[in-house]
């Protein structure tokens, strides 16, 4: 098992959370992990991160798999101008490289807000620490361990 699928484990079984970890096939794309999963593509939560331009910390904007995130309206959440995170910079924060990057199990506190058309479901699907590792979780949990403020920043 894999370092970074590891902590993820680990965050969620601390937070008295039992999921069940899938193994997909190779997915490049949130309507791929929908296929695999066979949920519909806004049950997918694509962990988005951005580079906080004023204190270069990453900030994680957790949106459906059909929405893209408006940098305008990220930007205005985050009170800060904010640019594209490198792979560096990423893996540095929170342990993950990109494609695979969780929601939980970061190696430091991350700034998080949450797209508010995960919440119209009863459960979605996140990266588990690997590009291939996801798993089911309701918006709610989600919400809470993340510690996510929901909110507009789609366009």
């Known amino acids: 098992m894999s370092k970074s699928l590891a902590r993820v484990e680990a965050a969620l079984q ?6 069940e970890i899938a193994l997909m096939g190779d997915t490049r794309t949130a309507a791929d ?4 999963v066979g949920c519909a593509v806004d ?6 991160i951005f580079r906080g331009e004023s204190d270069g910390h990453v900030v994680l904007f957790l949106t459906a ?5 408006d940098p305008g309206k990220a930007s205005a959440l985050a009170g800060q101008p904010l640019g594209k995170a490198d792979a560096a910079l990423i893996r540095a924060e929170t342990g993950f490289a990109i494609g695979g990057v969780a929601p939980v199990g970061h190696l430091r506190p991350v700034r998080a807000f ?3 058309a995960l919440m119209e479901f009863d459960r ?7 590009p ?7 918006p709610a949990e989600l919400q809470r361990l993340c510690d996510a403020q929901v909110a507009d920043f789609t366009g």
């Open 14 to 19: 601390q937070a008295g959370i039992a999921v």
């Open 33 to 36: 992990a929908a296929a695999a």
């Open 43 to 48: 049950q997918i939560a694509k962990s988005i």
């Open 65 to 69: 798999g059909g929405n893209r995130v």
């Open 114 to 116: 949450l797209d508010p």
């Open 124 to 130: 979605v699907w996140a990266a588990a620490g690997t």
């Open 132 to 138: 291939r590792h996801v798993f089911a979780i309701t």
